[in-house]
């Protein structure tokens, strides 16, 4: 999917994506009908701008499914997918609080990545503003002051200085390694061949670990909704191949169907899927000696969801200590080399 695409399709209720499908499923709840739900509540969000509420109305008139009128407004297409799965299983309810809550988990893990990192950013910035006011003025005014005195700085003076004058360039060199790998990563993300692209993001140190669990949480959580409605595992696979939403579901469903037709079992097969998590078989595999295997899927749906979003919560309390640990060590070298030097000159005058 292009990364481009979703930015520009981003969802038109904002902040209050969540919030409407929690309350679509409140009114399908006390018995409205999906129609008098989408025309009662696209009529409360002043957000949406009034072409859009008048198309949206519209489609909900003329009797469209909830899963497309949801893309007309801008889901992301993971929610799309999850909506017209559960029209098909029938657990348009679960499904509906289910994403609703996934939405606010994830704005509420963004904010507090962006609130742990925003101050420490500041600091970063004022002291790369600071390095580079000592270099074009302090630095050339200590050398000017050496050359006229008829020495040179010595000893830790002359490492603090080579260092403050490699520093930029250091940083200099940093950005652009990062912008690199964030250049192959959107470069990843905007391949047609699946097959090597899920290959190679789910091997990137850090960000296979996300991407494999994404993967994980939404395979596992719709396959285990089709088990429980009765589906058989033949029907479902052919359902997700024949889907063209999410593109990474189909190519495991494939590969799954491939492993089946040799003869392996459920379990066996998703042991050999690289793109899911290797403790995913251990769970349908004790599923199937208890005939469990939908509620051992959608167990660890959760489980697998629950640990990305503690992973990202550990991340973000451990990287602002170090970041101001690394900020405070700079700011002390930086009050080195502008004390040292006239200490030092001081001496040779002495």
Known sequence: MNIFHTWKNSNRLGKYDAHFLMKVADLL????????????LLEQYDVLKEQDRQQYLAMARDGSSLSSILKAMGYRSSIVIQVSFAEIHGEVLANLRDSAAYLTNVRQTSAKLVKSLQYPLLLVAIFITILITLNF????QFKSLYSAMGTSSEGIV???????????LAIFAFLMIGMLAAGIILYLLNMKNIDLKSMMLSRIPFIGFFFTGYQTYRFSREFGYFLNNGLEVKEILDLFIHQEINPYLRHISKSIEMKLMTGDSLSQALAHIGLLEAKLSVFVNHGEQNSSVGNELIMFSEYTLERLIMRIENIT??????????????????????????FQMMSSIN
């Open 29 to 40: 709840e006390v018995g409205f009908t999906l129609q008098q739900a989408l025309v009662f």
């Open 137 to 140: 003025t302090v630095i050339p």
């Open 317 to 342: 309390r451990k990287v602002q200590p170090v970041i101001f640990l690394i900020l405070g060590i700079l700011i002390i070298c930086l009050y080195l080399i502008i004390v040292l030097p006239i």
């Open 158 to 168: 002359k490492i603090l200085i080579m260092a403050l004058e490699t520093l930029p």
